[in-house]
């Protein structure tokens, strides 16, 4: 992508409404513009990480099992009569009137809309386990919608939805998510900490935040700090040993850890004083078991090997991309801008040319922006014709992991510099060397 044909209105003052470092940072590399009161469009460079974002949940939903699917944001309130939810969801749901005064919503969650596909369509334990999600904009018309995308009204949420015979069935689901979301988490550059929270309006008595420490975070956290140092599961975890998941979910349950909800001072006393972590903390994923508080109302049942009707165990697993955007920034920033995990960043490499319009620095960035890109790595070519300085601000505002510099005094050696975002070190090498470098 040549920046000079990219839409990137990076901005030079801090915006003033922005209360924390994602939001500001977030604003200002042009990632994302208010609409109206926590209703955000994503502009080309943050569309582009969120679109790496969801990329890695929904690989290792699908290394889970679970299978995507596509549900609409407008639900009829019909559905949500039948669960019971329609009055107790409160004035977090906007409710709508079509044309025929007919009421709908727009989905906060899809639990019934899952389940009214299910009970059309499966109706036998030989169709089970099965485990439905999809990524799709919710909304909730929160009382305190802030920090940007971090908590808005309109957001996006991976939600998937388990349907199993049995209570122990459901927990072997349940341990699969639980798995998937460490593997997740890892992978975006994060270290979350599974903890034992509020199941709130979603119902059961199981459930688990995932919870990124951060100073801004919204809730108060209580763990044990042996969490940094556990292992996470595997690219070849075995989805379905139900004894292996199990011994994930015993170890990563095993020390204290819980959201001040279900805070037990007693058992936080009882961790070592030096092993006590009180935290800050973000909210990006939260999973449920809820039995069948959905299928008994709503009927879904299917026959068991005895021969019985039996109403499904379900859970649900919710994953916020538009939060995890910015907590990833809340965790990877320094004065200068964004520093990107690999995994997500907008671009793997920035190609920044001082003098554009100098035939040697043109030749040279085109050479080694044509090699890169051939090469299926994602490159953003600064070719404007701004000062350096501005441009280095720039990329390091964006936060690409690697800058390739080309300036007319290097470039009259053959050499350009490479420059690591992370660590700021700098090294001149060859022409050459720089394109092996990020192609091998
Ligand atoms: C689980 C999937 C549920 O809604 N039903 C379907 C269950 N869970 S939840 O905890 O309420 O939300 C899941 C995740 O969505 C993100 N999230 C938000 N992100 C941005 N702004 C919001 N206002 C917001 N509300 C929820 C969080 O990451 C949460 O863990």
Same mark, same amino acid.
């Given at each position: 992508?040549?920046?000079?044909?990219?839409?990137?209105?990076?901005?030079?003052?801090?915006?003033?409404?922005?209360?924390?470092?994602?939001?500001?940072?977030?604003? $200002?590399?042009?990632?994302?513009?208010?609409?109206?009161?926590?209703?955000?469009?994503?502009?080309?460079?943050?569309?582009?990480?969120?679109?790496?974002?969801?990329?890695?949940?929904?690989?290792?939903?699908?290394?889970?099992?679970?299978?995507?699917?596509?549900?609409?944001?407008?639900?009829?309130?019909?559905?949500?009569?039948?669960?019971?939810?329609?009055?107790?969801?409160?004035?977090?749901?906007?409710?709508?009137?079509?044309?025929?005064?007919?009421?709908? &919503?727009?989905?906060?969650?899809?639990?019934?809309?899952?389940?009214?596909?299910?009970?059309?369509?499966?109706?036998?334990?030989?169709?089970?386990? &099965?485990?439905?999600?999809?990524?799709?904009?919710?909304? $909730?018309?929160?009382?305190?919608?802030?920090? %940007?995308?971090?908590?808005?009204?309109?957001?996006?949420?991976?939600?998937?939805?388990?349907?199993?015979?049995?209570?122990?069935?459901?927990?072997?689901?349940?341990?699969?998510?639980?798995?998937?979301?460490? $593997?997740?988490?890892?992978?975006?550059? &994060?270290?979350?900490?599974?903890?034992?929270?509020?199941?709130?309006?979603?119902?059961?008595?199981?459930?688990?935040?995932?919870?990124?420490?951060?100073?801004?975070?919204?809730?108060?956290?209580?763990?044990?700090?042996?969490?940094?140092?556990?292992?996470?599961?595997?690219?070849?975890?075995?989805?379905?040993?139900?004894?292996?998941?199990?011994?994930?979910?015993?170890?990563?349950?095993?020390?204290?850890?819980?959201?001040?909800?279900?805070?037990?001072?007693?058992?936080?006393?009882?961790?070592?004083?030096?092993?006590?972590?009180?935290?800050?903390?973000?909210?990006?994923?939260?999973?449920?078991?809820? %039995?069948?508080?959905?299928?008994?109302?709503?009927?879904?049942?299917?026959?068991?090997?005895?021969?019985?009707?039996?109403?499904?165990?379900?859970?649900?697993?919710?994953?916020?991309?538009?939060?995890?955007?910015?907590?990833?920034?809340?965790?990877?920033?320094?004065?200068?801008?964004?520093?990107?995990?690999?995994?997500?960043?907008?671009?793997?490499?920035?190609?920044?040319?001082?003098?554009?319009?100098?035939?040697?620095?043109?030749?040279?960035?085109?050479?080694?922006?044509?090699?890169?890109?051939?090469? %299926?790595?994602?490159?953003?070519?600064?070719?404007?014709?701004?000062?350096?300085?501005?441009?280095?601000?720039?990329?390091?505002?964006?936060?690409?992991?690697?800058?390739?510099?080309?300036?007319?005094?290097?470039?009259?050696?053959?050499?350009?510099?490479?420059?690591?975002?992370?660590?700021?070190?700098?090294?001149?090498?060859?022409?050459?060397?720089?394109?092996?470098?990020?192609?091998?």
């Amino acid at each position: 992508m040549r920046l000079s044909r990219f839409f990137m209105p990076i901005l030079k003052e801090n915006p003033k409404e922005a209360e924390i470092v994602s939001h500001r940072l977030m604003l $200002r590399a042009g990632m994302i513009r208010q609409q109206s009161q926590g209703i955000y469009s994503w502009l080309p460079l943050g569309k582009r990480v969120l679109d790496k974002v969801n990329a890695i949940i929904r690989d290792e939903q699908n290394r889970a099992g679970a299978i995507e699917l596509s549900m609409p944001t407008l639900q009829s309130a019909e559905l949500w009569q039948e669960s019971g939810r329609y009055d107790a969801y409160g004035k977090e749901m906007l409710r709508i009137k079509d044309r025929q005064d007919r009421p709908m &919503l727009y989905g906060p969650t899809n639990e019934e809309m899952v389940t009214d596909i299910f009970r059309s369509s499966v109706k036998s334990y030989k169709d089970l386990p &099965l485990n439905l999600y999809h990524i799709q904009l919710k909304f $909730r018309d929160e009382i305190r919608p802030r920090f %940007g995308t971090m908590r808005s009204r309109e957001f996006m949420m991976k939600d998937a939805y388990s349907f199993d015979l049995t209570r122990e069935a459901a927990e072997h689901s349940y341990n699969k998510m639980f798995a998937a979301y460490l $593997r997740t988490f890892d992978r975006l550059g &994060l270290r979350a900490i599974p903890m034992r929270a509020d199941t709130g309006p979603i119902g059961g008595k199981l459930s688990h935040e995932f919870i990124i420490l951060a100073d801004t975070g919204e809730s108060e956290v209580f763990c044990h700090k042996d969490f940094v140092d556990f292992d996470i599961p595997g690219e070849h975890t075995d989805f379905d040993s139900v004894e292996g998941l199990q011994a994930i979910f015993d170890k990563w349950t095993s020390v204290y850890a819980a959201t001040s909800e279900m805070h037990d001072e007693a058992a936080f006393n009882a961790v070592p004083e030096g092993d006590r972590l009180s935290a800050r903390g973000i909210e990006v994923g939260h999973i449920f078991y809820f %039995g069948t508080k959905y299928s008994e109302p709503m009927g879904a049942k299917v026959q068991g090997p005895d021969g019985k009707e039996h109403f499904v165990h379900m859970g649900s697993y919710g994953i916020g991309p538009t939060r995890l955007v910015p907590a990833i920034i809340e965790a990877s920033h320094d004065d200068n801008g964004i520093i990107w995990p690999a995994s997500v960043a907008p671009f793997d490499i920035v190609v920044i040319n001082m003098k554009a319009g100098d035939q040697a620095c043109d030749d040279t960035c085109e050479l080694i922006y044509a090699a890169l890109s051939k090469a %299926g790595k994602d490159v953003l070519y600064d070719d404007t014709d701004d000062r350096a300085g501005t441009k280095f601000a720039t990329a390091d505002l964006i936060g690409v992991p690697v800058q390739i510099i080309a300036g007319p005094r290097a470039v009259a050696n053959g050499e350009v510099e490479v420059k690591d975002r992370k660590t700021g070190a700098r090294e001149t090498m060859t022409i050459e060397a720089a394109i092996n470098r990020f192609v091998a």
